[in-house]
């Protein structure tokens, strides 16, 4: 059953919720954009996250084939979350800033395995051949 997790960026402006498995996967990428940011995240699908505060504060980024929307908040600059669309993943989603997660969130995902995608290849079923500065 799904739990739900609040979070946001450094400076508050930005809030939100999403229902996460319990066993939900989280997973490092090593495209550029994630890679220099160390984004962490886990999947929420679009049902499962819901914005709270602060669309205003948000601005995005985008870059490569456009696909994912990388948001930021204007104030503070932490990245809460990007949104995308992939069937593969069942249209649209979010990838969560695991790291943005309320209370003990992160520790509690931190016990999981990390799975860890070849981003830069764009084949993010694979994990990269380097894995240490992810």
């Known amino acids: 059953m799904a739990k739900t997790y609040q979070g946001g960026c450094h400076c508050g402006a930005v809030r939100f ?6 066993d939900a996967e989280t997973s490092r990428c090593d495209c550029s954009i994630c890679a220099k940011g160390r984004f962490w995240k886990t999947i929420a699908r679009k049902e499962a996250f819901r914005l709270l505060q602060g669309a205003d504060m948000l601005t995005e980024y985008r870059f490569g084939n456009g696909i994912i929307h990388h ?5 503070c600059g932490i990245k809460p979350f990007g949104r995308g669309t992939l069937e593969a993943l069942g ?3 979010y990838g969560v800033n695991v790291a943005c997660l309320d209370g003990d969130a992160p520790q509690e995902f931190a016990a999981r395995e990390i799975v860890f995608q070849d981003g830069r290849n764009n084949d993010w079923s694979r ?3 380097e894995t240490r500065h992810l």
Do not use: A, S, T, W
Request: charged share 30%.
């Open 71 to 75: 948001c930021f908040c204007r104030k």
């Open 17 to 22: 919720e999403c229902d996460l498995e319990p």
């Open 91 to 93: 249209g649209v989603f």
């Open 127 to 129: 994990p990269p051949v």
